[in-house]
């Protein structure tokens, strides 16, 4: 079976290419998968980023912008190698929720 | 990662030998794109060899490592409907667990 992201030969429209200044969380969210990465934690691979996005099911695919994908990925990566568990992150995601906006 | 041959399998294909891309579709991060497979090409070119992607991606060491060719397709083989010119052609690089020699070439 075809993998959703998997697109290539698809009936599509033109491809319009777009520029967007970066919001801050985006440049953080490249530099944690950076820091991951270095040989000297080597916590994550590229192969592994990709493994990770492409198992997003199709609609949360198309929902999530770039770098929403990239923390998505991150994030199961970060469970799958146990540098965290559900619980520790369930726990961190509702107390930054709960912060003063 | 780069393209060492220390620790990498024979190389089975030389430039210019006719392949057929293997059809299968295992879970997990594949290199080979669906549109691709099952279809019939020759080899442009060896790029070298590599981790093969697809052990990294489970964060595996991926050896030993894969040859990784350059398979060169004709546009209309691909696309039944393709309007380009007859010579025209798109070139995927494909690791060598994915091809098979092509036996129906000429």
């Not at chain 2, 590599?50 to 691909?78: C, K, S, V, W």
Request: net charge negative.
């Amino acid at each position: 079976m075809r993998g959703h992201h998997d697109m290539g030969g698809l009936p599509a429209g033109k491809v319009e290419p777009t520029e967007h200044q970066y919001a801050p969380w985006e440049k953080r969210v490249d530099a944690m998968l950076v820091l991951l990465g270095a040989p000297e934690r080597g916590l994550m691979r590229t192969d592994e980023l990709r493994r990770n996005i492409e198992a997003l099911a199709p609609d949360v695919y198309e929902r999530m912008s770039y770098y929403e994908r990239w923390m998505a990925s991150i994030a199961a990566t970060m469970l799958q190698r146990g540098v965290f568990t559900a619980d520790e992150l369930g726990r961190k995601l509702a107390e930054v929720e709960a912060r003063e906006p | 990662m780069s393209g060492g041959q220390a620790d990498a399998l024979p190389v089975h294909f030389g430039v210019g030998d006719k392949v057929r891309v293997r059809v299968a579709h295992p879970p997990g991060h594949l290199r080979t794109p669906w549109y691709i497979r099952g279809q019939r090409g020759a080899v442009e070119r060896i790029c070298g060899a590599f981790a093969n992607p697809e052990e990294l991606a489970y964060n595996r060491p991926g050896l030993p490592r894969q040859p990784l060719y350059r398979i060169r397709f004709r546009q209309t083989d691909l696309w039944p409907d393709y309007a380009g010119p007859k010579t025209d052609t798109v070139e995927v690089e494909i690791y060598q667990h994915w091809l098979e020699p092509d036996e129906a070439a000429p």
